[in-house]
């Protein structure tokens, strides 16, 4: 069995694969203090409530973390907790995927990730929006290159900048308002956030897609996916767990080396 391990700034996600089936996932909160112990003693907590037994052998770890300071705890977690030397995505990792940025170091470890099971899915040009703390677009070719994207802030943190800066303005619930045109402040707000996001994912995807002359696919994955997705005219289909079989993905092309 693999551990998949997706280390974000706001929630990480953990999921257990037999194989190509995913046995089972959690997610929780990123809390750059935990220390490696505090994370073992979570994880094996959450293993003995989905039925792992204390003697489970792991044939392997792969972590993708956009977080720094986290990379050394999550080395320690595996190594001390489920056993394995663990896979962390970075450079010298191969993933089978040229990157055309002009500095791939800069790439987050995630996007290169769900680049990799995107287009192993969908085997032509493909787009993925991530709906994470921010919001990242990311462009993969027809020849399976990662090309770049586009980041822009999340709904999450845009709603925490409103109210920041908004003296009269609060925070509400992210749900589907009835109409565009809202009556009340709380039906403005949730047009504003969900309807001009929206927008926002639509104009980006048309906009590469015409830049780069190719009908990419598109698929959304992330906390506000689903959201977003029921209202957007460009997102295909929304994948959960996208970014779990990216790093699947990716352990096994290096284990064949």
């Known amino acids: 069995m693999l551990v998949t391990i997706d280390v974000g700034n706001s929630h990480t996600v953990i999921g257990i694969y037999d194989g190509e089936r ?28 989905a039925g792992f037994g204390i003697d489970v052998r792991f044939e392997g770890v792969a972590i993708a973390c956009v977080v720094p300071s986290l990379n050394q705890v999550m080395e320690q977690l595996s190594e001390r907790y489920l056993g394995c030397v663990p896979l962390i995505i970075g450079p010298g990792v191969k993933t089978g995927m040229p990157i ?20 192993d899915d969908c085997k032509s040009a493909c787009i993925v929006v991530d709906f994470g703390t921010a919001t990242t677009f990311d462009y993969v070719t027809k020849r ?27 925070r509400v619930e992210l749900v589907r308002p009835r109409e565009t045109v809202g ?44 959201l977003v997705a029921g209202e957007s005219e460009t997102i295909e289909r929304v994948d959960e767990f996208l970014t779990l079989k990216g790093l699947r993905l990716i352990f096994e092309r290096n284990r064949r080396v």
């Open 183 to 226: 009556r009340t402040t709380i039906a403005a707000i949730q047009s504003g956030l969900v309807f001009g996001y929206t927008a926002l994912v639509d104009g980006l995807v048309r906009r590469i897609n015409r830049e780069r002359g190719e009908d990419a696919a598109v698929i959304a994955t992330g906390g506000f996916a689903e």
């Open 22 to 49: 995913l046995l089972n996932h959690w997610r929780i909160s990123t809390m750059a203090e935990r220390t490696a112990d505090e994370h073992g003693a979570l994880l094996k907590t959450l293993m003995h409530g």
């Open 144 to 170: 399976g290159e990662y090309a770049g994207g586009a980041i822009a802030p999340g709904l999450g943190i845009s709603m925490d900048a409103l109210v920041e800066h908004a003296a009269k303005l609060y």
């Open 100 to 119: 055309l940025y002009e500095n791939p170091k800069e790439v987050g470890a995630d996007r290169i990730v769900n680049a990799v099971a995107a287009f």
